[in-house]
């Protein structure tokens, strides 16, 4: 707002009467110029090979540098110096340069035209010049046809008083002026809402440390595209709040006047909010109520997410309705807030923004706005902002009465604290809601990670790592337990082994099963999947109950004979578990009469433990090199490789959640979590999945709130990771899926979504 204001009070200072300090050197430049620039000749030459400003079509037209430098090479000693551009023919420009300076240059030739010598040289690149010396000025061109021209004008050339005024005030350090058609906008903006909005335009640009930042009048074209917004009222852009923090680029305005569609009625500002790979349109309307009955009319179906409604609509399109704005796809999804609607061709786009929404994480508060608010007007008629190479574009016009106060350029990204730690990274769309946790597998082909998840119609999906769908599986149950990766042909290629109720599956990479399976069963009720590779040969067992029958399978598909407890006294309630301590194997099974089984590979007891349990819900793990479980008393079990039981009252309910390491236990028990001997109350909510993840030698810990789908994630020492919550609606996966050295996480959206964050 700063440099906005500070122009202000220099129009209002120009706008005074006339005085002979004012007079400009405009009087010199025939008035059919493109523009004309007024600066110190260095500043120029630093501008026109800064690394900003050759992001800019002014600069990147060939003619247009090539030009500068060459008005630029006449010049024997820095000075300030006016250049203006002419369009002689489609794509051709010539220059008219002045300045006050004494002419060392060798002539090839002369001549006297209207009574004043003009001479001939050659400069840069062998290209021929003219000048001539009018009073205390030299003037000087590649075209003698325009310097033929100026001289005949002889300083009575007219321009607008109020942009001539500006022209002429003193020129300050490091300052560029323009003055200019509306087609050199392009000067200041990459992307402009529309060249043809003005009829002249003034600038005063200040260029230093490689950026630039232009504050100036542009004048209103009642002809043309800038008509529209004469009856337009300034407006506070709300649009910042919504519009993601991944937005690449922005431009919102006031609705202009003869932007029809029965949508709009009511429009106090519309926005284009440009994504990755598509454009949402968005729209504040004080007759909200209205355009939401139009859209009822139209509707197709709806859905809520976040909070907010959903709604699939009959397709409609807004083509060429508002210069500078460009809807490629049709409009097919809106999302209805409460004065103010987001359109877009697809759901997912939309579910992505509101998870944005919902914790804060969007434009005005992310490091493309704060690099740029500082340039900005609180009250705006038109604003662009865009990134690109490390640079802020920034482009905004406030009108004032027949003209627009403009201000643009191209700022430095700041270095901001960001207001989050983590980034939505991919949404995945499935059928039919998530049914299981998502999980991370690995491609064996190129090391990185992909995506395995499962819907409610019983569908296994595998995705790539950028969001690709590999292939679907129509599966005939749901997928018990986790899905393990194994490598049967014991050849570094990867196959998914699982269960469902029902059967024993094991498929390749491609989705297809490998010879032998699946194994189908009758009577269902198969549990979850245990794998074992006892001495990490890859020579697996394969270990699930049905009931009282266990069941061990090895990688041909064929069943385990020396394994012998085939049946149990009373049906297996827990997954089975496999240790190795002290190079012995244990395999670990409870059961429903509470007893706990301790057995040696080949089925036979390892162990004897007379005592009976009340099992929880909760697997058996490996905590303090002793086998762990606790009760549905709120009890630890702590078993030795002895056989000793021993018990620690942890004051837990019935219901209580438990994971852990080898060293370390992570424990839910409705609003109390528990990271090693660290206890914390959390606020009110239903909490669940504690998940403990070791990677890169850092300790994740994660826990989902049911309620509000908010998921958290902790370090080792209980301290919430910067970003979270985000939204989540069940446990994850997590891992570095593009060895980036980045950690994503996965997890189950709202509804057939899925979501990867990446943890910057």
């Known amino acids: 707002m700063k440099y906005l204001l500070g122009f202000v009070l220099l129009f209002l200072v120009a706008c005074q009467p006339k005085t002979l300090e004012e007079t400009s ?79 060392q240059k060798a002539a090839s030739e002369q001549f006297i035209y209207e009574g004043v010598t003009v001479f001939k040289g050659f400069e840069k690149d062998n290209q021929g010049l003219f000048w001539a010396t009018l009073g205390e000025k030299t003037i000087w061109s590649n075209s003698q046809l325009l310097l033929e021209e100026a001289i005949r004008g002889q300083g009575s050339f007219v321009t607008p008083n109020r942009i001539s005024r500006l022209y002429a005030k003193n020129l300050k350090d490091n300052e560029i002026k323009f003055i200019g058609q509306p087609e050199f906008l392009e000067l200041l903006s990459s992307e402009p809402l529309n060249k043809s909005y003005a009829q002249h335009l003034f600038f005063d640009l200040s260029f230093e440390n490689g950026q630039f930042f232009a504050n100036g009048i542009t004048e209103i074209n009642d002809s043309k595209g800038l008509a529209h917004f004469k009856e337009s009222s300034l407006i506070e852009p709300q649009v910042l709040k919504i519009a993601p923090r991944s937005t690449r680029s922005l431009k919102t305005t006031t609705r202009p006047q003869g932007l029809e569609h029965p949508y709009l009625e009511g429009a106090e500002e519309f926005a284009q909010i440009h994504l990755e790979n598509t454009s949402l349109l968005y729209l504040r309307t004080i007759a909200s109520e209205t355009v939401m009955k139009r859209l009822e009319e139209h509707r197709i179906s709806e859905s809520e997410y976040m909070g907010n ?92 009465d027949d003209y627009f106060f403009t201000a643009a350029g191209s700022v430095q990204k700041v270095a901001v604290k960001k207001a989050a730690n983590s980034t939505p990274f991919l949404n995945l769309t499935l059928e039919s809601e998530a049914l299981t946790r998502p999980q991370f597998v690995k491609n064996h082909y190129t090391g990185h990670q992909e995506i395995v998840v499962q819907d409610s119609k019983n569908i296994l999906y595998r995705f790539s790592n950028d969001g690709k769908l590999l292939w679907k599986k129509q599966l005939e149950a749901k997928i018990n337990g986790s899905i393990h990766e194994v490598d049967v042909y014991r050849n570094r290629k990867l196959q998914l082994a699982f269960t469902t109720e ?151 309910t019935s219901t209580h959640e438990i994971t852990g390491s080898s060293r370390s236990l992570v424990i839910i028990d409705g609003q ?89």
């Open 309 to 400: 409604r959903i709604l699939t609509i009959e397709p409609f399109e807004l083509k060429n309705q508002l210069p500078g704005f460009s809807f490629i796809k049709p409009f097919t999804h809106v999302a209805v807030f409460e004065n103010a609607f987001v359109f877009s061709d697809g759901e997912g786009d939309l579910r992505e923004l509101l998870k944005f929404v919902s914790t804060g994480d969007v434009l005005s508060n992310s490091t493309l706005y704060q690099s740029a608010e500082p340039y900005l007007s609180s009250e705006i008629t038109t604003l662009y902002l865009k990134e690109s190479d490390g640079y802020i574009q920034i482009f905004q016009q406030v009108k004032e």
């Open 502 to 652: 029902t059967a024993f599956h094991i498929l390749d990479r491609n989705g297809n099963h490998v010879d032998g399976f699946p194994k189908r069963f009758n009577d269902g009720n198969i549990g979850a999947l245990a794998v074992f590779d006892y001495d990490n040969s890859r020579n697996y067992r394969f270990l699930f109950s049905q009931g009282r029958d266990l069941y061990m399978y090895n990688n041909r598909g064929e069943k385990v004979d020396g394994f012998t407890y085939k049946r149990a006294e009373a049906p297996v309630i827990t997954t089975p578990k496999h240790f190795r301590i002290n190079s012995r194997d244990y395999i670990l099974l409870g059961l429903q009469n509470g007893r706990l089984k301790i057995l040696q590979r080949d089925g036979k007891d390892r162990l004897v433990i007379n005592q009976k349990f009340n099992f929880s819900k909760n697997d058996i793990f490996n905590y303090r090199d002793q086998f762990a479980f606790t009760t549905t008393e709120g009890t630890l079990i702590q078993i030795n490789t002895s056989g000793k039981v021993s018990s620690t009252n942890l004051s837990l």
């Open 25 to 103: 050197d405009l009087q010199y430049f025939p008035s059919d110029y493109s523009l004309v620039v007024k600066t110190h000749s260095e500043t120029l030459a630093l501008f026109l090979d800064s690394e900003v400003a050759s992001s800019y079509p002014f600069v990147t037209i060939a003619p247009v540098k090539q030009l500068s430098e060459l008005a630029l090479s006449f010049l024997t000693s820095p000075t300030i110096v006016d250049l203006g551009l002419y369009e002689e023919g489609k794509g051709t420009l010539t220059f008219l340069a002045l300045a006050e300076t004494s002419v």
């Open 672 to 760: 109390l979590l528990q990271i090693r001997e660290k206890r914390m109350s959390l606020d009110y909510g239903i909490y669940t999945d504690p998940q403990f993840f070791l990677f890169n030698d850092k300790i994740y810990i994660s826990v989902l709130e049911a309620s509000s789908k908010k998921l958290y994630l902790y370090d080792s020492n209980g301290k919430l990771f910067s970003g979270f919550p985000v939204l989540g609606a069940s446990g994850i996966d997590l891992a570095d899926i593009d060895g980036d050295k980045k950690v994503e996480l996965v997890t189950k959206d709202e509804g057939n979504f899925l979501t990867v964050y990446r943890l910057e």
